[in-house]
C-alpha cells in the first residue's frame, strides 16, 4: 500500500533527525511526570475511591452529559470547582486537550481576534484551527507586543471581541505569564484574558488555585486535573453565559462520552484535599526552592529557575537524547523533548520537580547532570 509506504518513509527520516517518538516504561525516579504533589497515588485518593466504590459510584458514564451521561458526581464537583476557583461556573471535561478545543472553537465568533502568545499549547492551536475567530501571535510573555498587534488589527477595520490566549505557567519553558499586565491589557480593550493554568493548579496561588486567581480583567481558566490533582479531565471555570454556551455549541462537550463519575468522584477529593491541607502546597513549594538551588549549582542560568518545570537547554536534539539516556541509566527518568514540541534547535531536558521524589533525590539529579555537562563539555 502507498499509504503505509509513505508513513515507513517518514518514520525513517524522523530516525535520523532523532525525533522518532516510542512509547517507553517509567523507570527510576520520576521527573518526567506533571504529578507534582504527588497525589496520583496518594492515601488521601485512594481513600476517596474507596469510598467512591462503596457508595455506588459507577465507573464509566454511558454516555454524553447530554444523553444519559450526566450524573450528581458531575455535577457536585462542577459546583466545589466553582466555589473552589472562585468562578460563577464550572464545566467538566474528559481533558484538558478537549478543554481547549472547545473554548476556542466555540466561544469566539467569526469577527473576533484570538490574540495567542506565541508558545501557547498545541491544543489552543488545534481549537483556533477548528474555530471561525481571526488569529493572531504576540510575542512570549511581551504585552507590548500583544498592544501592537491589537492596534494593527484594528488599523485594519477589526471590531469584535478580543480574546488573549496565555499560559500561566508555560510547559516547555516553565517560566510564568505576567498575568498582572495582560489583565490591565484585558481591561484596557474590553478583551476576555483566556488562562490555561495547567501547570499552576494545586502549585501556585491561594491553596493551588493558579495564578490567575484575583486578576482583574474578565477571565476564563482551565485547570487540568491530571497533573497537580493526581487524576484526569479538566475544569474551565467562568461567567455562567461562557459555560452554557459551552454546553450547547462545543462539539468536543456535546459528542463525547463523559467522564466517568468516579474519576469526578476522585477529582473533588483532590480540590477537598487542597483546601484543607497546606502542608501538600507547602512541601511542594520548597521542593523547587530545593531545586533551583541544585539547578544553580549545575550551571543551570537563573532565567530558566521559575516553577517547578526547569528547562536544560542543550540545542542538538542528537545530544539531548543522549544526555537523557545517559541520566536515565543512573536512575534519573528525565525525558529529551525536541521539535515540533519546542522550536527548532532548543531541544532540551525538562525537569519535572514532581511529588514523587524527596530532596535528597533532587540533589543527586543535579550533581549527575553536572557531572554530566563537565564530562560533555
Known amino acids: 500500500m502507498k499509504a503505509k509506504g509513505r508513513m515507513q518513509s517518514m ?26 504533589l504527588g497525589l496520583s497515588h496518594s492515601p488521601t485518593l485512594q481513600r476517596a475511591a474507596h469510598e467512591a466504590l ?5 465507573l464509566g458514564s454511558g454516555g454524553a452529559r447530554l444523553l444519559r451521561g450526566n450524573h450528581p458526581e458531575h455535577e457536585a464537583l462542577e459546583r466545589e470547582a466553582a466555589a473552589f476557583f472562585e468562578a460563577e461556573a464550572a464545566l467538566f ?11 476556542f ?3 469566539p465568533a467569526a469577527e473576533d481576534l484570538i490574540l495567542y ?34 492596534d494593527t488589527w484594528r488599523a485594519k477595520g477589526g471590531t469584535g471581541q478580543i480574546w488573549i490566549a496565555v499560559e500561566s505557567v508555560y510547559s516547555m519553558e516553565g517560566d510564568l505569564a505576567p498575568l498582572d499586565t495582560l489583565s490591565a491589557l484585558a481591561l484596557e480593550n474590553d478583551a476576555v484574558l483566556i488562562v490555561d493554568e495547567a501547570h499552576a493548579t494545586g502549585v501556585f496561588g491561594p491553596s493551588g488555585k493558579g ?18 490533582l493526581g487524576v484526569s479531565g479538566g475544569l474551565i471555570c467562568g461567567p455562567q453565559v461562557m459555560i452554557d454556551t459551552l454546553i450547547n455549541r462545543a462539539r468536543p462537550f456535546i459528542f463525547a462520552t463523559a467522564p466517568a463519575p468516579f474519576t469526578a468522584a476522585l477529582v473533588r477529593a483532590a480540590l477537598s484535599h487542597l483546601a484543607s491541607e497546606d502542608s501538600l502546597i507547602e512541601a511542594a513549594r520548597a521542593r523547587i526552592q530545593h531545586a533551583h538551588a541544585g539547578a544553580r549549582h549545575a550551571g543551570i542560568p537563573q532565567h530558566a529557575l521559575n516553577s517547578q ?3 536544560v537547554v542543550l540545542d542538538d536534539e542528537a545530544r ?30 525538562r525537569v519535572s520537580i514532581t511529588g514523587n521524589v524527596d530532596n535528597a533525590d533532587v540533589t543527586a539529579l543535579f550533581e549527575a547532570l553536572a557531572h554530566y555537562r563537565k564530562e560533555a563539555a
Do not use: W
Request: charged share 20%; hydrophobic share 40%; with cysteine.
Open 211 to 228: 495564578l490567575a486567581h484575583g486578576v482583574q480583567a474578565e477571565a476564563l481558566t482551565l485547570h487540568t486535573c491530571g497533573k497537580g
Open 93 to 103: 471535561m474528559g481533558g484538558g486537550f478537549q478543554a481547549n478545543q472547545a473554548i
Open 320 to 349: 539531548t537524547m543522549t544526555a537523557a539516556a545517559a541520566l536515565q541509566a543512573q536512575g534519573f527518568d528525565v525525558r529529551g523533548i525536541r521539535p515540533p514540541t519546542v522550536p527548532r534547535d532548543t531541544s532540551r531536558l
Open 309 to 311: 518545570i526547569i528547562p
Open 11 to 36: 518514520l525513517e527520516v524522523l530516525d535520523t533527525r532523532h525525533r522518532r517518538r516510542v512509547l517507553a516504561p517509567r523507570r527510576g525516579l520520576d521527573f518526567a511526570s506533571n504529578d507534582y
Open 105 to 107: 472553537s466555540t466561544l
Open 54 to 58: 462503596a457508595r455506588g459510584v459507577p
Open 117 to 150: 502568545d506565541a508558545l501557547v499549547h498545541a491544543s489552543a492551536h488545534e481549537g483556533m484551527r477548528l474555530g471561525r475567530a481571526q488569529t493572531r501571535a504576540f510575542s512570549h510573555n511581551d504585552a507590548q507586543d500583544a498592544q501592537l498587534v491589537i
